[in-house]
């Protein structure tokens, strides 16, 4: 019964989540307008940050219930597993970027050009700092609480990630605007 609550309460927050994440999009429909191409990076933007973090404390998880990530190899483990997850969301943002642009080219919507690959990179590195510290936080102190991480955090996390990644998309593009 105790991990049926635990999911229960993860989706209730997943969904009030999604509800805010909808509400800060729509809020700045007219920052997005002023980018044009912005709609073709978003859907594979957002989806990528849940993927991330999803992943992220998937591995986390086994980890802390296999017995690898403890003691003295507790930090470089989780060190690792950080790292990956950071760099590899910064190298896929660049390519949804580039990818943006070439279908803007291709379909002949206007862009912003090569802005939308800076967009999708800035976004990211302000995305991967506060979603991914914040999956590994959580994942690690659920755990260390007697919490089940795998019952609890994907749903979170894909939350985490949608919410953080609209504002990062806004704050990034309150940049890509002025550039």
């Known amino acids: 019964m105790r991990d049926v609550t635990q999911m229960l309460v993860a989706e209730f927050v997943s969904i009030n ?23 073709i990076l978003l859907p594979a933007f957002l989806e990528l940050r ?8 998937a ?7 296999l017995g690898v990530i403890r003691g003295r190899w507790k930090r470089e483990n989780v060190r690792r597993n950080v790292l ?39 976004a990211a590195l302000i995305s991967n700092v506060i979603g991914i510290s914040l999956t590994t936080y959580l994942t690690l102190a659920l755990y260390e609480k007697g919490y089940d991480p795998d019952d609890i955090m994907g749903p979170v ?9 609209v504002l990062s998309l806004i704050l990034a593009g309150l940049v890509v605007v002025r550039v």
């Open 17 to 39: 989540g999604g509800v805010l994440a909808g509400c800060l999009l729509a809020g700045a429909t007219g920052i997005l307008e002023k980018i044009p191409g912005v709609l």
């Open 50 to 57: 849940g993927n991330i973090a999803g992943s992220l404390a």
């Open 59 to 65: 591995r986390l998880g086994t980890g802390l219930h």
């Open 84 to 122: 990956a997850s950071f760099l590899l969301g910064i190298a896929v943002s660049a390519v949804i970027g580039a990818f943006a642009w070439f279908l803007s080219l291709l379909i002949g919507i206007e862009s912003v050009g090569w802005k939308l690959i800076l967009l999708s990179v800035l």
């Open 157 to 165: 996390v894909t939350t985490i990630g949608d919410v953080v990644s």
